[in-house]
Nanobody
Framework: QVQLVESGGGLVQPGGSLRLSCAAS????????VSWYRQAPGKDRELVAM?????TYADSVKGRFTISRDNAEKMVYLQMNSLKPEDTAVYYC??????????WGQGTQVTVSS
């Protein structure tokens, strides 16, 4: 079956770091663009980072977050440094190819609080 599974979320203090991981299975991973989205309670889901033919980041995370992928292992990563309370959200992995509907993971909770 087609699947994306996130891991690595948790509770971290402001200024700390986390690395999120996303494991892909059931599809030709290397043919897909990948991205990370996040959604806070009561807010719309927003694009955090995208890795396709180019790499883009939301202005709010530029210089702090880094998206990467390992096609051999079928993994996507999001390195998050200098975390702020406003980064608190459920983070979702996404994979998309052409005009097909995207594949979504179930999400992993990131909480930044002291």
């Amino acid at each position: 079956q087609v699947q994306l599974v996130e891991s690595g979320g948790g509770l971290v203090q402001p200024g700390g770091s986390l690395r999120l991981s996303c494991a892909a299975s059931g599809f030709t991973f290397s043919s897909y663009a990948v991205s990370w989205y996040r959604q806070a309670p009561g807010k719309d889901r927003e694009l955090v980072a995208m890795l396709s033919i180019t790499t883009t980041y939301a202005d709010s995370v530029k210089g702090r977050f880094t998206i990467s992928r390992d096609n051999a292992e079928k993994m996507v990563y999001l390195q998050m440094n200098s975390l702020k309370p406003e980064d608190t959200a459920v983070y979702y992995c996404n994979a998309k190819r052409g005009f097909r509907a995207p594949i979504w993971g179930q999400g992993t909770q990131v909480t930044v609080s002291s």
